[in-house]
């Protein structure tokens, strides 16, 4: 009861306090003197000061010696790196498909379909410990990195830096004009870095940076390189996986010698393009599953415990091991051979 009277009297004073400051509050607003808006002080300005017309006439200073190429990474390189199947996609590796074949170069990821190990058009099964995993998404490198033979290189700048579920190394977004393309990201590469990319061997060796593309024949020897192609016009085919690299050791003639992550070395020709730098991701073989489940999300199944110490009873014991070869240098006495030399026994009669 007491809650309803305290109520209503607080309702009754809050009406009488507002019809009486009302019309106080509206004479002191009309005595103060209205400030200009932003839209008055254009519009006064626009009348003092002449119009200026935007021409579409006008370039930019920095335009004018920017060189543009489109990527050379086509359909053709798929068709003649990779076993394609019926389907119009093609076969990537032992583990995934891509069922659809791109019609040019593209950024956009193309999605995945797993074989579980066996083949995409006869279902038979080829490779063992392959099947499951998490889902993964194709990103199209450009592995053939082509720039101008004469003149200044191309330049393009870091948009981003990725991980990629196809590939070891990080994968790096570049562009210059319209012009997108993935490449293998180097080790200290980053975002908002400039690349450069040119297809010109100069007379004295040139000093490039990291991520930098050009004809093994234009680099100082003991370069470390990555992306070494076989030959010219072929793509990147050697160091491609993370943190690897090749160095390069030496020139004979138009050739250059190089030795690979195996220390085995190659010779190629000086007009193969290459990429400055080690390629990130180093770490990579330093990874600890730390469970098998971390294996099975990768899509690798377990194999068969063929030397584990068991009975026979759920498979055959572990073999053996052979007896320690000790190394005299004497020669061994062999046993007597015996030969069988009957004639209904001698094949070749």
């Not at 392959?130 to 330049?155: A, F, H, Y």
């Amino acid at each position: 009861m007491y809650s309803l009277i305290r109520n209503h009297v607080a309702r009754v004073l809050q009406q009488d306090l507002t019809a009486v400051i009302s019309p106080l509050s509206r004479s002191i607003t009309a005595n103060i003197p209205q400030r200009k808006t932003n839209d008055d002080r254009t519009a006064s300005n626009s009348q003092q000061s002449p119009k200026i017309e935007k021409t579409s006439e006008s370039k930019v200073p920095w335009k004018a010696n920017v060189i543009e190429m489109p990527v050379a990474m086509g359909p053709q390189y798929i068709t003649d790196n990779y076993r394609e199947h019926r389907e119009g996609g093609f076969y990537y590796d032992h583990r995934i498909i891509i069922p659809e074949m791109p019609e040019q170069y593209t950024v956009k990821p193309f999605q995945t379909r797993k074989t579980g190990g066996n083949h995409p058009d006869t279902g038979r099964k080829e490779y063992r410990r392959v099947g499951g995993g998490l889902k993964k998404t194709w990103l199209w490198i450009d592995w053939m990195r082509q720039g101008p033979t004469e003149g200044p290189p191309l330049v393009e700048r870091v948009i981003r830096i990725m991980n990629s579920d196809c590939h070891t190394a990080k994968v790096a977004l570049i562009g210059h004009g319209n012009t997108l393309r993935y490449i293998l990201a180097t080790e200290n590469l980053k975002v908002g870095d400039l690349v450069k990319t040119s297809g010109e061997i100069p007379k004295n060796p040139v000093k490039a940076s990291e991520g930098d593309a050009y004809p093994v024949g234009a680099l100082p020897v003991g370069t470390i390189v990555n992306c070494v192609e076989g030959y010219p016009g072929q793509g990147a085919k050697y160091a491609v996986n993370a943190g690897t690299f090749a160095t390069l050791m030496k020139r004979v003639d138009n050739r250059c010698i190089l030795q690979l992550p195996t220390k085995h070395e190659i010779s190629i020709l000086e007009q193969c393009m290459v990429t400055v730098g080690r390629l990130s991701n180093v770490e990579h073989n330093e990874f600890i599953y730390g469970k098998a489940g971390a294996t099975r999300l990768m899509g690798i199944r377990p194999k068969l415990g063929l030397f584990h110490p068991k009975t026979a009873r759920f498979g055959r014991r572990p073999f053996r091991p052979k007896p320690i070869l000790v190394i005299t240098g004497e020669k061994p006495d062999y046993p007597n051979v015996i030969r069988l030399e009957h004639p209904s026994l001698d094949p070749y009669r």
